[in-house]
């Protein structure tokens, strides 16, 4: 396994910007954690969700409302994955641990797998990320080439078309292939996956169990196979749609930079908290509903440098963030308008879709 290592001997960037950050909530009052705000949400999203599934099941409706529904449930469960599971699986939903182990668990509700999801995520993806063979979440060679290290063939001339398709069935990619995939070879790319205890393998398979039984089976011989299968393509479709393309806005933009291991041990040239901000992009910071629908994930940039501080307090943090980036003439990448950066995203796959 390569190991890959930052040029921490600076760090006066991060200093700063946490003493600034630190400063901000003591002077404030604040927790790090979430307030009434976030937990509010989850009073709406949750208790939503299983209304539209209860709906589906036992109301007699039109095939269109059915199917229209159908969609709206994909939707709010991608909302409930940006809102609730994000932050609980950070450790930065509340201070207690039980009550972030707990909410961490609405994942295996939506599918996946909260253990696996946070070795990848919380581990590989905020450490390394954008670089070319550890991050996890651009390593979907050679079916897309999301950074110019990465193999090309022919059939990427289209990807920035074909992306959208791969898109939408990519949460049903990763319920029924990518986490067994990652479980049986215990391995993410070429590390190790961190050792599952006994607890760890039993909460894989009953959750994988428990979702065939309240997504397949009970709806099956309640609703009937066509109905069925219909509806769950369409939930699917829109909640991989939509957690796709708000992950992907972050990273594989114009503007966000990209790493490639280039021996055993490869030293990145930036210390880590630089790599951050120079990988990351925010998007629609100004738009109210957008922030509220993807769980502060539109300000990447402050995730990427304090993941442990719920999505909350990330529109008053990147005050601090820009300023700070600007005093030590760092980037701040960000875009607009989330149309803006949906633009800046399939312009960059086009570009990497052309032959090198």
Known sequence: MAKVSFNNKNNQFFN????????????????????????AKTLVLV????????SLLFFPMAAGVQILL???LGAVLASIGFNVMHDACHGSYSSKKW???????????LGGNAFIWKFKHNILH???TNVDGMDDDIHKSPL????????????????HIYVVLMYAVSSFAWVFAMDFNKYFKQRII?????????????VFWLSKVLYAVFYIVIPVSIVGWGPWAIGFAVMHMVMGLTLALVFQLAHVVEHAEFEKISSEHTVIENAWAEHQ????????????????????????VEHHLFPKISHVHYPALSKIVQKTCEEYNLPYNTYPTMTASMISHFKMMRSLGQQP
């Open 16 to 39: 700063t910007l946490k003493t600034n950050v630190d400063h901000y909530f003591s002077s404030n009052h604040l927790k790090k954690t979430g307030n009434f705000s976030l937990y």
């Open 47 to 54: 208790p939503g969700a299983i209304l539209i599934y209860l």
């Open 70 to 72: 159908s969609a709206t």
């Open 99 to 109: 009550v972030n182990e707990a909410l961490g668990l609405s994942l295996n509700a």
């Open 126 to 128: 905020h450490t390394y």
């Open 144 to 159: 897309m080439r999301q950074c110019r290290s990465q193999k090309w063939v022919p059939a990427h001339r289209f990807q």
């Open 190 to 202: 070429d590390t190790p996956l961190q050792k599952m205890t006994w607890r760890d393998h039993f």
């Open 277 to 300: 901000v120079r990988t990351t992009a925010n998007f629609a910071p100004g738009n109210i509903l957008v922030n509220w629908y993807v769980g502060g994930l539109n300000y990447q």
